[in-house]
C-alpha cells in the first residue's frame, strides 16, 4: 500500500466552528508532514512530526492544532479559523525526515465562511 | 532574501518535442533537490531527487541536472505527451525541510 489517504475531501465551516482533518498510511514512514497550498502557489510547510514528536512547527497560528495519535494517523485539528484560512491541505509522509521522497494525499479542500 | 523561482509561470511545447523546466535559487545551500509533478485539485506526485554531489540523473524520459555553483536544476522530459501537461514544482532540501518553488505549468500539444 504506497498510498497516503486523507479525509474529508471537502470542508466547509464557520468560523466558530471545531473540525479536524484526518491523514492516515500505512507504507510504515515514520515523518509525517501538514502543508497548506492557495490556487497557484506552490506548498507551505506547516508541521513535521518525526517518530510521532513535533518536529518542526512554522510558527503556525494556534488555531491549528496538528496531533499525531499512532506512526500511522495524523490529525489536524481546526479552530476559529479566519475566510484567508480557505486553502488545499495537504498531508504527505516519507521514510524518514532527511533527504527522502515524500508521498502526498489528494488533500482536503477547507472552505472557511 | 532566499528564493527559489522557476522559469516561467507556464510552457507550451508540441507533442514529441523536450520540455526543459529550470529552477534557480539565491542564498540556500541545500542538500539536495526533488522534482514533483502536480495535477489541478491533486497533491503532487514525486519523481525525481538528485543530490548535491550528483550532476544528472534519468528516469525513463526524464532527466535532471543539479549545478550547485549556478544554483540551478534543470528538469527535461523527452518525447514529450499531452498526458505530460501538469504543474511541475521543484523542491529544494534544506535543515530538514523541503521548500517548493513557484511552479511551471507545461501544457504540452499534440
Known amino acids: 500500500d504506497t498510498e497516503v489517504t486523507q479525509t474529508p475531501k471537502h470542508l466547509v465551516m464557520g468560523m466558530t466552528n471545531k473540525k479536524s482533518l484526518k491523514c492516515e498510511q500505512h507504507m510504515g514512514h515514520r515523518a509525517m508532514y501538514w502543508y497548506k497550498q492557495k490556487a497557484k502557489k506552490p506548498p507551505e510547510l506547516m508541521f513535521v512530526y518525526s517518530y510521532e514528536k513535533l518536529s518542526i512547527n512554522e510558527s503556525v497560528p494556534s488555531r491549528f492544532s496538528p496531533e499525531c495519535p499512532n506512526s500511522s494517523l495524523l490529525n489536524l485539528h481546526l479552530h476559529a479559523l479566519q475566510p484567508e484560512d480557505s486553502a488545499l491541505y495537504l498531508c504527505?509522509?516519507?521514510?524518514?525526515?532527511?533527504?527522502?521522497?515524500?508521498?502526498f494525499g489528494p488533500g482536503t479542500r477547507l472552505t472557511v465562511t | 532574501s532566499q528564493k527559489i523561482e522557476q522559469n516561467s509561470e507556464a510552457l507550451n511545447i508540441q507533442e514529441g518535442k523536450t520540455a526543459t523546466l529550470t529552477c534557480n535559487y539565491t542564498?540556500?545551500?541545500?542538500?539536495?533537490l526533488q522534482w514533483y509533478r502536480q495535477d489541478p485539485g491533486r497533491g503532487p506526485v514525486f519523481l525525481l531527487l538528485i543530490r548535491e554531489n550528483e550532476k544528472e540523473k534519468r528516469k525513463e524520459r526524464l532527466k535532471v541536472t543539479f549545478d550547485t555553483t549556478l544554483k540551478q536544476s534543470l528538469f527535461h522530459i523527452t518525447a514529450s505527451q499531452p498526458a505530460d501537461s501538469a504543474t511541475y514544482l521543484c523542491?529544494?532540501?534544506?535543515?530538514?525541510?523541503?521548500?517548493f518553488g513557484t511552479g511551471t505549468r507545461l501544457q504540452v500539444f499534440p
Open positions: 504527505a509522509s516519507s521514510p524518514d525526515r532527511v533527504s527522502y521522497e515524500q508521498y
Open positions: 523542491a529544494l532540501g534544506y535543515t530538514d525541510k523541503l521548500i
Open positions: 542564498n540556500y545551500s541545500p542538500a539536495y
